[in-house]
């Protein structure tokens, strides 16, 4: 059973820092690209990183191209997301999935809260 769980989270000023992990399991990780998506209130869940299965490219919107850095552990089955310069618009729920362009899988883990407020 595919699972993901979120975690890292939490209130940061504007310019500040987080780094998210992601913890997947049920599938065949290493073979996998992964993502990460945010949904902010009100609106549609966004693709914000993407890495594929080999590293050998990422995938970032314009919007935190250059904030942002999405890495991978395949020991661990981990995908960090390590955000930087962080702004209000970057306020949302994160989430990890499989896929460079889109989700893999329908199933979602809890997700981890960022707020980014002063």
């Known amino acids: 059973q595919v699972h993901f769980v979120e975690s890292g989270g939490g209130l940061v000023q504007p310019g500040g820092s987080l780094k998210l992990s992601c913890a997947a399991s049920?599938?065949?990780?290493?073979?996998?690209?992964m993502s990460w998506y945010r949904q902010a209130p009100g609106k549609e869940r966004e693709l914000v990183a993407a890495?594929?299965?080999?590293?050998?490219?990422?995938n970032y919107p314009t919007s935190v191209k250059g904030r942002f850095t999405i890495s991978r552990d395949d020991f661990r089955n981990t995908v960090d997301l390590e955000m930087n310069s962080l702004q209000p618009e970057d306020t949302a729920v994160y989430y990890c999935?499989?896929?460079?362009?889109?989700?893999?899988?329908?199933?979602w883990g809890q997700g981890t809260q960022v707020t980014v407020s002063s």
């Open positions: 049920g599938f065949d990780f290493r073979s996998a690209s």
């Open positions: 999935n499989a896929g460079f362009y889109s989700a893999l899988y329908d199933t």
């Open positions: 890495i594929r299965f080999d590293r050998r490219g990422t």
